[in-house]
């Protein structure tokens, strides 16, 4: 298995690179395995600092591959990548806005011209737990990614002495990701509704289409105002979409998967780019779930209108995406499936995820009652601050459902286009793009 390293960044990486950069110390030294660190601009905004402390890292690290991937690099590939394609995929992966899904699709495609079949990704917000928290174990996530990323389950299961129902899981398949969780700041900002009571958390859970069963327990789970430090290893199998296990974006590596499974380009859509590792579940591909968090930095409190309104309007957006999505998996997606080289996804079964998700912008009127409702029932009834938020709402809710019917259909056609988009990837060497020089 050859793999690459990514950190995207929308900001500067002074702290995770600096933090990283001992994890890839780490595979390269005591691992025995060189892996490329690519940092991945998805703006402009904070390159030259970025170009400074890499060419810095560079000349402190000789014997490491640091290479730094800017907007104009990106720009020339995906020009070359998508010619002859649709103009729209063009457009969809040089945007520079907020894209969580889009970001993680990039990286995929950029590990495909590196002639790796797998990567690692560390968001540029996070750090290793230890230096940030003096008690923390001096462990590395890295460790266990290459020790179970592609391996088979049954490999894995019986290593850990767990037990696999042959009837839902094909155990010959292969392990396609890898990852642990955050420890620090929430992935969901939620913070200031759990001080006053847990039970807006809950409200807010039921109304994004999470089951109700599920609810309390993955809540209680990955929303703790004091977040214990895992003292031991423990590694377990993801099983269900609805696993409070199941691995962050920020803390993952993925085997093969990104070259069959492409995540919702939505703008501004949270939690998008969890599409393809739900699906893979869904099929009955097992993650691998693993107890070293990175630390996630903790962002300022104060109440800031303009990046609340953003933030709402892309909750929102993944409340929509999410109930219409979570109904592929209950279609018992592993009847319909195909596989080949013992694992993966066929493009009959991508078809058939175009299909469903095409048909999702039939229903609007549905669609607007819930998020609706989550104006109503929690932003509107929380305090002024946030009642403001949702007031400004109110008046674009079919905007945002229009929004997203124009992003699933483009997500339809990525995913009828993808074999070829990654055929022709692999065709390509990313550092025939690279400008090594400022």
Request: net charge negative.
């Amino acid at each position: 298995m050859k793999s690459v390293f990514f950190i995207p960044t929308n900001r500067s990486i002074k702290d995770s690179v600096s933090s990283y950069i001992k994890e890839v110390l780490y595979a390269n030294e005591v691992l025995q395995v060189n892996i490329p660190l690519i940092i991945v601009e998805t703006n402009e905004f904070s390159y030259i600092e970025n170009h400074k402390i890499i060419e810095s890292l560079k000349n402190q690290y000789p014997e490491l591959n640091i290479l730094h991937l800017s907007v104009d690099i990106q720009k020339k590939y995906f020009k070359s990548l998508f010619k002859n394609m649709n103009d729209d995929f063009y457009k969809i992966f040089t945007y520079t806005g907020t894209d969580y899904a889009t970001a993680t699709n990039k990286l995929g495609l950029f590990a495909c011209s590196m002639g790796a079949d797998a990567y690692h990704r560390r968001d540029s917000d996070t750090c290793l737990l230890f230096d940030r928290r003096s008690e923390a174990r001096k462990v590395y996530p890295i460790e266990f990614e290459l020790k179970y990323l592609g391996k088979q389950i049954i490999e894995i299961a019986n290593e850990l002495g767990i037990k696999i129902n042959k009837q839902d899981i094909d155990d010959k398949r292969r392990i396609l990701v890898v990852g642990g969780n955050y420890l620090g700041e929430w992935n969901l900002d939620v913070k200031d509704f759990a001080k006053i009571s847990y039970d807006y958390v809950y409200k807010i859970y039921e109304l994004l289409g999470f089951k109700s069963e599920h609810i309390v327990d993955i809540c209680d789970d990955i929303f703790k105002l004091d977040q214990p430090i895992p003292k031991n290893d423990v590694i377990s199998l993801v099983t269900s979409v609805n696993d409070g296990c199941n691995p962050d974006c920020g803390n993952v590596s993925v085997y093969r998967l990104f070259e069959f499974l492409p995540n919702l380009p939505g703008k501004n859509t949270l939690a998008a780019d969890y599409f393809a590792f739900d699906t893979s579940t869904a099929l009955g591909y097992p993650s691998v779930h693993h107890t070293r968090p990175v630390f996630h930095e903790y962002h300022d409190e104060r109440f800031d209108y303009d990046k609340k309104l953003k933030y709402w309007y892309g909750m929102l957006k993944f409340a929509d995406y999410f109930s219409l999505y979570g109904s592929i998996y209950n279609d018992k997606l592993i009847d319909n499936f195909c596989d080949y080289d013992d694992c993966f996804v066929s493009q009959q079964m991508c078809e058939t995820l175009s299909e469903k998700i095409t048909s999702f912008v039939s229903n609007e009127t549905k669609r607007e009652e819930r998020i609706v409702r989550i104006i109503d029932e929690v932003l509107l009834d929380f305090d002024e601050n946030y009642s403001k938020i949702g007031q400004e709402l109110r008046k674009v809710t079919a905007k945002c459902i229009a929004e997203c019917n124009e992003e699933y259909l483009l997500h339809a056609n990525l995913l009828n286009n993808w074999n070829k988009i990654i055929e022709q990837a692999k065709k390509m060497n990313l550092m025939d793009f690279i400008d090594f020089g400022l």
